[in-house]
């Protein structure tokens, strides 16, 4: 039945015009090749469908541990440049504020709240990590502080600012718990940016050395 298909198939393409004959020519071996396999040809096939499926059973063996570092990957590159953007610029743009608000008011503001919508239009820098703490010291300078994500540096963590003399230095502090219900013991982080972190989590606490 198939060579008699073929036969027939191979007089329809020699009955066509001359300047389709390449066209011709190229269906009539891919029609040969489909309809003519010899044991060389399968064993060859089978081979490589074997290989095929090892690599893909390696694979999926291996990727809850590609997947982490995937993830992580993604986390470093992506993911906390574009957080940590988000946060520097809500950062500056409150800090910015509040000294028009005192330049306005001749003080600061008793709350953020007092920042919306005339100076800023939100406290808020990414709606699941909440917004900024704020409160004023006694010799009439600011603090602004916001819990960081988990992920920045692999242990709970906080920004914090200061004002001093129309200047305000901010930094970076581990959390490492809390005394008398509100005071918060902290450790500096070294790193300016979250993005410089390895990727890797810190294998042991890092206020485990608190001074």
Not at 38 to 43: I, L, R, V
Not at 177 to 202: A, D, H, M, N
Request: proline content about 6%.
């Amino acid at each position: 039945m198939v060579n008699q298909r073929k036969i027939t198939c191979f007089q329809v393409l020699k009955s066509t015009p001359e300047k389709d004959l390449s066209v011709n020519q190229g269906l009539y071996q891919f029609w040969d090749m489909m309809t003519n396999h010899n044991d060389e040809d399968k064993q060859t096939f089978s081979k490589k469908l074997s290989r095929i499926i090892t690599v893909a059973s390696i694979l999926l063996l291996l990727l809850p541990c590609y997947s982490w570092f995937l993830f992580r990957s993604y986390q470093i590159t992506i993911q906390i440049p574009r957080e940590w953007a988000q946060f520097e610029e809500r950062e500056k743009q409150i800090i910015e504020a509040l000294r028009e608000f005192k330049a306005s008011n001749h003080q600061h503001p008793e709350h953020l709240t007092a920042l919306v919508p005339h100076y800023l239009d939100s406290i808020i820098w990414k709606p699941d990590e909440g917004s900024f703490h704020y409160g004023v010291y006694e010799d009439g300078e600011f603090f602004l502080s916001a819990n960081v994500p988990k992920s920045w540096f692999g242990w709970p963590a906080k920004r914090s600012c200061r004002s001093q003399d129309g200047l305000t230095e901010c930094n970076f502090q581990f959390i490492c718990g809390y005394i008398q219900g509100s005071e918060i013991l902290t450790k500096p982080i070294v790193q300016e940016q979250p993005t410089q972190q390895l990727l890797r989590r810190p294998q042991t606490n890092p206020c485990s050395s608190q001074d």
